[in-house]
């Protein structure tokens, strides 16, 4: 099992940038396609971004060209760098892997919180 740890949240104003870190352990970490998700208060949980294990990424619709994911396998961390940020972007955000189907299967960690705002 994939244990993940989220860092790097916190308060930023509007066109700031953060950057997210996702901490990992287990042995298939470098083979498992991971997910960042954000959940904003009264809004169910959605998927921000994902990465294979070849580095492939993919990005929800709000925050193309804004956010990038990357991942270090050896390092076993998954990154966010997010710019650009927008109040709307103020959330939850969790890593986990991806789909959301699996994530669920394997429950999810405490998140770390970015709020945007002047």
């Known amino acids: 099992q994939v244990q993940l740890v989220e860092s790097g949240g916190g308060l930023v104003q509007p066109g700031g940038s953060l950057r997210l870190s996702c901490a990992a352990s287990?042995?298939?970490?470098?083979?498992?396609?991971m997910g960042w998700y954000r959940q904003a208060p009264g809004k169910q949980r959605e998927l921000v971004a994902s990465i294979t294990s070849t580095s492939r990424a993919m990005y929800a619709d709000p925050v193309k060209g804004r956010f990038t994911i990357s991942r270090d396998n050896a390092k076993n961390v998954v990154y966010l760098q997010m710019n650009s940020l927008k109040p709307e972007d103020t959330a939850v955000y969790y890593c986990n892997v991806f789909p959301v189907v699996l994530a669920n299967m394997r429950g999810w960690g405490k998140g770390t919180l970015v709020t945007v705002s002047s």
């Open positions: 287990g042995s298939i970490f470098s083979t498992s396609v």
